[in-house]
């Protein structure tokens, strides 16, 4: 059912794991599945330079969760902000079609993360 | 690699004879059972011995076991069949809130053309109230339909109970034994039931054929002829069911059961015995895991587990990449996102109904297996648990007491 490379994110996920001293969380969740996703960041000049999630869902949400790791780690937070659900599932080599709504969940929860580190940087 | 397959309750690999019947069966006895030549009698002949065997396995006569293409057909025919012949004496219809889809995707259907259904619900265990069901009966109903045996969950209803109050009130009663049949006796006499269908793929018998018991071969004291055909053709299946007898399957069929038949005692004892095995260290070595379903009233085979703070295809996905066939709750779930109906019906919460295993064992199934299975399993929980950020007593995001960016 799986891409190779869904397989090897979900067996050996990168990046995994609750990050203590994160400079913002981005949670999200989708209430049809049940499924959570948790993605947390760490910033230096305007560049994600740590990352992590923590995800309870299916295998494809997992996989999702460990590439966009991958992909954003390095990139500017404004180039981070434009990945999309079809570049994470392109990078995994497709979805199944009911599985795409798995990588939104994880791209939306990039995006929620650094949605709340702008909002904490207006604060202070 | 080690292979070791769990799945049992989805369908069962052909026993070996079963097979060798099958085979001869389509090599030397070709004809059509309604030809009037040698080699088309054989075949008729071939049909009614399987229909014998079947028939003497649950207690019925020869003449009122009538062969499907599946349980799906068996369970639709029953409760279609039903309802289109006896409108006229009343349009409601009681089932379980636990049903296959086989079952509730046809009451389903038949509510879009008026007829009304009663879907009783279950205890935490998947146990209907037999007050209730007794109490739901109106004037107008005229079938009530509920499973011998659940498939995600392994319940076992009170089918005699059951049968005795639809007696007492005159209505017909269906169950739907597809995952009861080679595992648990039945008797359709002393269960009084009207209606069961079962389905050879689930007993070491081939894909694609099913039977449905029909009590009086579909004609009742007081109520004439019940049932009517969804299929209509050459008249096969006295009228009930036109197309030409799958007679090599039907043999397999039938094969299936003398082989249960022989080995139902033994078979059942060695898989209680595992099941057991695995509830007990399952529950004991891993935290915050529950059972589904009930301990002692379940088929033999069945186990399914709750894992909190995890989702059940993760699990599943894990032990395939192990080599261990599992499932989560039924195996056609696997292609919707929904949580299961049944899980949900016993009261469970949609996060919790999300991470559930269900392990089903069968004829094949070895001590080794179980120990294997029992190995594997620990360190996959603790890994995704581990992915995972529910935690104990952790909120939940759709929890409806759960505020928003709490934990920062
Ligand atoms: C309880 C129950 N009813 C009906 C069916 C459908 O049977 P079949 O696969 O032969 O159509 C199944 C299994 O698939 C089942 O478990
Ligand atoms: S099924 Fe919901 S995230 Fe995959």
């Known amino acids: 059912m799986y891409s190779e490379k869904v397989m090897d994110h979900f067996r050996n996920p990168r990046n995994m794991g609750e990050m203590k001293d994160a400079d913002a969380v981005g949670e999200v969740g989708n209430p049809v599945c049940g499924d959570l996703m948790y993605i947390y960041i760490k910033i230096k000049d305007d560049r994600i330079d740590d990352i992590s999630f923590q995800t309870f869902g299916c295998g494809a949400a997992i996989a999702t969760s460990s590439m966009i790791t991958e992909l954003a780690k390095g990139k500017t937070i404004d180039e981070a902000m434009k990945i999309t659900r079809d570049d994470i599932a392109g990078s995994l080599d497709g979805l199944p079609p009911i599985k795409m709504h798995c990588s939104n969940l994880a791209s939306d929860g990039l995006r929620k993360a650094i949605e709340n580190y702008r909002a904490k940087q207006k604060k202070e | ?408």
């Not at chain 2, 109906?341 to 949609?350: D, E, M, R, S, T």
Request: charged share 25%.
């Open chain 2, 1 to 408: 690699m080690k292979y070791v397959y769990l799945d049992y309750a989805a369908t069962t690999p052909m026993d070996p004879e079963v097979i060798k019947e099958i085979e001869n069966h389509y090599r030397e006895t070709y004809g059509n059972a309604s030809s009037f030549h040698t080699m088309g009698q054989k075949a008729a002949q071939i049909l009614e011995n399987s229909r014998e065997t079947v028939a003497s396995f649950i207690n019925a006569k020869t003449d009122e076991i009538f062969f499907m293409s599946s349980g799906t057909e068996s369970d639709n025919l029953a409760i279609k069949g039903v309802a289109f012949k006896s409108k006229e004496r009343g349009n409601h219809i009681i089932t379980s809130a636990i049903e296959h889809h086989a079952v509730q995707h046809t009451c389903q259907y038949l509510e879009k053309q008026g007829f009304k259904v009663s879907y009783l619900p279950v205890d935490e265990y998947g146990l209907i109230d037999l007050k209730e069901l007794e109490e739901t009966i109106t004037n107008k109903t005229i079938l009530i339909s509920i499973m011998f045996a659940n498939n995600e969950i392994g319940t076992i209803e009170p089918i005699k109970e059951i049968g005795e109050i639809a007696k007492k009130h005159d209505v017909i009663f269906h169950t739907d034994a597809v995952q009861t049949l080679g595992k648990v006796p039945i008797d359709v006499e002393e269960m009084n039931i009207d209606l069961l269908s079962a389905s050879a793929h689930k007993l070491y018998g081939p894909k694609g054929v099913g039977l449905l018991y029909i009590r009086g071969h579909g004609v009742r004291k007081g109520w004439g002829k019940y049932i009517e055909p969804l299929l209509h053709g050459g008249g096969h299946e006295r009228g009930l069911r036109s197309s030409t007898e799958n007679v090599p399957g039907i043999a397999g069929f039938a094969k299936a059961v003398e082989l249960c038949k022989r080995n139902m005692k033994e078979e059942s004892e060695k898989l209680t015995k595992f099941r057991d095995k695995i509830i007990k260290e399952i529950t004991e070595n891993i935290e915050d895991v529950y059972l589904n379903g009930h301990y002692t009233k379940r088929l033999p085979n069945n186990v399914n587990l709750g894992f909190r703070y995890i989702e059940g295809e993760s699990i599943i996905l894990s032990l395939d990449v192990e080599g261990i066939a599992t499932s989560t709750g039924s195996a056609c779930s696997s292609k919707s996102l929904e949580p299961s109906h049944v899980l949900l019906a016993i009261g469970q919460k949609p996060e919790d109904a999300h991470g559930s295993l269900r392990i089903t064992m069968g004829r094949y199934t070895t001590e080794a297996d179980i120990d294997y299975f029992l190995e594997k399993l620990p360190p996959i929980i603790e890994k995704l648990r581990k992915m995972s950020p529910l935690k104990k007593g952790k909120k939940y995001m759709f929890d409806p007491t759960y505020e928003t960016d709490q934990h920062h």
